[in-house]
């Protein structure tokens, strides 16, 4: 798959739609290694890799596409970092899951992405499901403080 891209968008995004298959973790992260590189952001490329990586593989694994569907990533770019969503029509929200006396079996993904992200969540979309979304500043930056 790949970008549908960026000057089109009023928001300057960089659009890709990705089939929910693991393979497209993969894929993504390299396309969203050369937007970073574009916008002079290369800074932020472990962060905001990690962060798609976990995001992307949670919407593959658990998120319902229907036949035909496929997961989109959209990359914006901040005045001080960026913001990657991922969207996929799961209406099901994201969460950490734990299993009695408090051991995580799965969910871990989003305890990365809150650790490295300088702020995540989860908005409605148009059309069914939801994006799940992450910012990453450079550091030092105002947004960071």
């Not at 800074?43 to 593989?57: H, I, K, T």
């Not at 990359?75 to 994201?94: F, N, Q």
């Not at 490295?116 to 059309?127: F, I, L, N, Q, S």
């Not at 499901?129 to 910012?135: D, F, I, L, S, T």
């Amino acid at each position: 798959m790949g970008e549908v891209e960026g000057d089109g968008w009023p928001d300057g995004a960089v659009v890709s739609r990705w089939p929910r298959q693991p393979r497209s973790v993969g894929q993504a992260r390299e396309g969203l290694r050369k937007v970073l590189a574009a916008w002079e952001l290369s800074r932020v490329e472990d962060a905001a890799l990690l962060v798609l990586s976990e995001l992307l593989s949670n919407a593959v694994v658990h998120g319902k596409v229907p036949r035909g569907r496929e997961v989109e990533t959209r990359y914006l770019r901040m005045a001080c970092g960026v913001r990657i969503e991922v969207h996929d029509t799961a209406r099901e929200l994201p969460r950490p899951l734990a299993l009695p006396g408090g051991e995580m079996c799965s969910g871990r993904g989003l305890f990365l992405v809150e650790a490295v992200a300088d702020r995540w969540g989860v908005t409605e979309r148009t059309g069914p499901g939801k994006a799940v979304w992450a910012e990453v500043a450079v550091p030092g930056s105002a947004a960071e403080a």
